[in-house]
Each structure stands twice: as C-alpha cells, then as structure tokens.
C-alpha cells in the first residue's frame, strides 16, 4: 500500500500519514466494536430499568466496559504506526527519515547502521508501547485483567 500512496500523495508527510492511517484504523475499529459490544444483556437491562437513554448508557456503561478494548487497540497501533511510517518512508522519501537511511545504508553495505536504525525503532516501538500500557493501568485500574484477577 506505501507506494501506492506515495503516488497518490506525493514524497510529502500526507502519504506517510496516509500508510499509518490505513495500518491503525481497522485494528483500532475492530477491537472499539468488540468493546462495546462486552457489556452483558443483564447491564443494559438493568440501564433500561433505570429509564437510561443512549448517550448515559454509552457513557456509563458500554465506553467503560470498552476501554480494556480500546486500550489493546491502542498499544498494537503504537507499534504499527511506527512500522508503517518507517515502511512509508522506505517506499517514498527521497532525502529524509529512518526508512530512508535504511535503504540508503543496505545499498552502501553499512549494515551497522541499519541494524543501529532498527535498534532505535525497536526502542522507540517499546517505549510508546510501555506509555500506552501505563496509561492503560491509571484508567482501567478497576478492571480484573489490571488487578491480576
């Protein structure tokens, strides 16, 4: 898909943001409406019971119930939006970036810097990764998978 959205968008940011848009939006999407669907029949009754419209319901019941999902979303996207930014400047950026300075460097047989350029990426990937996860725990603190139960 990167170079196809390369040629669509040009060498310019929009095609990179393009790649990394298409990577992170349907596991976002998916796991977001698995996540809402989690709230059992017995809670939604119980919020019909209480005379509760759409909108309490989604915010009191369905985003909370949700968020164990949304937030797994979230730390696989962290990742894939960095492999696909650097996929994207691989395929298309003439003069800057770490996919570039890949590819320039395998074409100079400087494999120590290509594996340097991966070492960064891979500690840039676990770094945001271990950001979304700690945020995960402050916000769904109540939730068993974060209680260890």
């Known amino acids: 898909v990167a170079p ?6 040009g060498f ?3 095609s990179k943001a393009a790649v990394v848009i298409i990577m992170t939006f349907f596991p976002m999407l998916v796991n977001t409406v ?3 669907a989690a709230s ?5 009754d119980l919020m019909r019971t209480y005379a509760s419209g759409y909108w309490p319901t989604l915010i009191k019941l369905r985003l909370p119930a949700a968020a164990p999902f949304i937030f797994n979303a979230l730390k696989i996207n ?3 939006a960095l492999i696909g930014a650097i996929v994207a400047e691989f395929f298309g950026t ?4 770490m996919g570039f300075r890949i590819s ?6 400087n494999i120590d810097m290509v594996w340097a350029e991966i070492a960064v990426a891979a500690l840039a990937g676990s770094v945001f990764y271990g950001v979304v996860a700690l945020v995960e725990r ?6 068993p998978s974060v209680r260890g139960g």
């Open 4 to 9: 196809i959205m390369v040629m669509w968008f």
């Open 34 to 36: 698995a996540g809402l």
């Open 40 to 44: 059992g029949h017995m809670e939604r």
């Open 138 to 143: 402050a916000v769904t603190f109540w939730h």
């Open 78 to 80: 962290s990742t894939l």
């Open 94 to 97: 003439p003069v800057v970036g």
């Open 12 to 14: 310019d940011w929009q």
């Open 104 to 109: 320039t460097e395998v074409g100079r047989m």
